[in-house]
């Protein structure tokens, strides 16, 4: 179970850093969802939220390809600017990105409830913060479009930082969670 946890660590990583050199992501996202994937694989059998988060570990692998055939990226004074079509082409990508992590989340919460650790209770905070997260930046993102960028930017760098840190808490949660969990026999 701990390599399963590890793995989904290093996944989280790479899917939560961008480190781009000449435009290209050195730390793909479509390998950060397989190894996600790889590590819920062997925990689906723990309980049904490790399930609905392997389904959408796979989804958003392929999801993830996607932008190398029709996505652009433009931007002015450094903020991206984005089309309505490019914004409901990633808004699916956004909802099971989020259901990847109330997957982990509650996965984790189920499988450590009643554990000495409180790893259950830490889970659960951080499942509230990451969706508290989320729903500010749904509700903020389509006003991205109608406002001019330099209205929004202080709005999008909070709503980004809020949802980085949630997302930097999830990958620590895993972490913790490696740290205690002990080894399924096959």
């Known amino acids: ?29 479509t390998l950060g969802y397989l190894m996600i994937a790889s590590g819920l694989w062997r925990l ?13 570990a796979w989804l958003l692998m392929a999801w993830s390809v996607l932008p190398l055939f029709w996505f ?38 189920a499988h450590f409830a009643g554990n000495a650790s409180g790893l259950d209770h830490k889970a659960s905070f951080r499942m509230h913060l990451f969706m ?13 479009l109608n406002l001019d960028s330099g209205d929004m930017f202080l709005v999008f760098i909070l709503c980004s930082l809020i949802v ?6 999830v990958l620590l949660l895993v972490r913790l969670a490696a740290r205690e969990g002990i080894e399924i026999k096959e």
């Open 1 to 29: 179970m701990r390599r399963a946890y590890g793995r989904m660590g290093w996944g989280l990583l790479f899917v939560l850093v961008d480190f781009k050199l000449d435009s290209v992501d050195m730390l793909p996202d």
């Open 72 to 109: 652009t990226e433009a931007g002015i004074d450094g903020l991206p600017v984005q089309s309505a079509k490019d914004v409901w082409i990633q808004l699916p990508a956004l909802c099971l990105h989020t259901v990847l992590i109330y997957g982990i989340c509650r996965g984790i919460e």
């Open 164 to 169: 980085m840190a949630a997302e930097i808490a």
């Open 44 to 56: 689906q059998k723990l309980n049904g939220y490790f399930k609905a988060g392997h389904l959408s």
């Open 132 to 144: 508290a997260g989320q729903l500010l930046w749904l509700i903020v993102y389509p006003f991205v």
